[in-house]
């Protein structure tokens, strides 16, 4: 798709993100070359290798504890400045991963324009910035501005409208996405801020947002999400090169330039936490399937404990609800479809709502939530059809 000496960093991601709940799907592509030199994390600097056969940020664990995700509409009038740009972009991401600056600052102590200088003297913290295209860059509004109409894989589709989304468009969507993890806020700004910067004139800021996530102690617990549950419980195995291969990573099927790379959806879900907290235990371990303080399913003991769907409890009803997430969600009820989920929570302040039930009222409440990631081979046979049911 661009020409140049050496494999490129190439991708595609369709992001998109709500103030309520909204929608999007994407690619993300291999990372633009191999590992020059070693292949495991420097843990005394904090440094996470950029190159190598997959984009850092998809398998990377432990997961960071911040991100930082933007998207960006494309301006560029040719192809050429599109090319010249993602040039800028994996160089600089290449830099910071290595806790250097974006751009070279020259021989005197004055900081160039390449660089804002926020993280001069800080660790790079374990950063990882992983980059993709939307359906946007291929053709928009029917116009094929940069010549790649035809290289949009078919796996790249628009996710449907689903039930409760409240989709605002000017925070849907994007020709291009950036997400920065790291585990200092500031590295993960200073990161998409450095390559917003670098991208103007080719590129606008279309929408960002914040995360953050908080591990307990041991090595088998998972993030607790703010409604106060374990998140990525049931996700395939990182560590499992073929069940990456099997639902993560696209293979023969292709386009050639995809190989190895992952399709991604991103929803920024805001929880009406007030009303939520004000649920009984009970209704909430229902809603989940799962126990609330250990994340064993119900009926289970520990957290990896495999849920026993076909449970009947002395009332007659199942253990596990016919609509819990857990059910709903897993391989065994969605003919073996899996996700490797990779979300954080968001607290965006506090707004004043009007009550969906009684218009005529209005409250302040958290704009507080999840932002939901997830990546997978194809998003028809994972997210959309996991998601649907």
Known sequence: MI???????????????????????????????????????????????????????????????HSYAATFDAVAKSRDEVVAMLRRWAAAAARMAGGEPA???????????????????????????????????????????????????????????????????ALTGGDLSVQACADDPQIAFHAVRQLGALARGAAEPRWAQTGFVSVGAGPQQRPRNLMGFRDGIGNPSVHDPAAMDQFVWVGDEGPD???????????????????????????????FGRQKYSGAALGSKDELDPPDLNAIGEDGDPVIPENAHIRLARAASNDGAKILRRPYSYNDGINEVTERWEPWRRRKEYDAGLFFVCYQRDPRSGFIKIFER
Request: glycine share 14%; net charge neutral; hydrophobic share 40%.
């Open 257 to 287: 330039w995809m190989r190895g790379g992952s399709y991604v959806v991103m929803r920024r879900i805001r929880v009406a936490l007030e009303h939520w907290d004000r649920m009984p235990l009970g209704f909430q371990e229902q809603t």
């Open 103 to 169: 751009q070279a600052l020259g021989n005197d102590a004055a900081i160039r324009a390449g660089d804002s200088g926020e993280a001069l003297g800080l660790a790079p913290a374990r950063l990882t910035v992983t980059f993709g295209f939307g359906t946007g860059l291929f053709s928009k509004d029917g116009v094929d501005r940069y010549g790649l109409a035809g290289r949009r894989p078919p796996a790249l589709v628009d996710l449907p409208r689903f039930d409760g989304d409240e989709l605002i468009e």
């Open 3 to 65: 020409d140049r000496p050496r494999p490129t960093r190439r991708g595609l991601i369709r992001a998109a993100t709500g103030l309520a709940a909204a929608a999007g799907t994407g690619l993300t592509s291999p990372k633009i070359a191999e590992a020059a030199s070693g292949d495991c994390p420097d843990e005394a600097s904090q440094i996470e290798p950029f190159w190598g056969a997959h984009q850092a940020g998809i398998t990377t664990v432990p997961v960071q504890r």
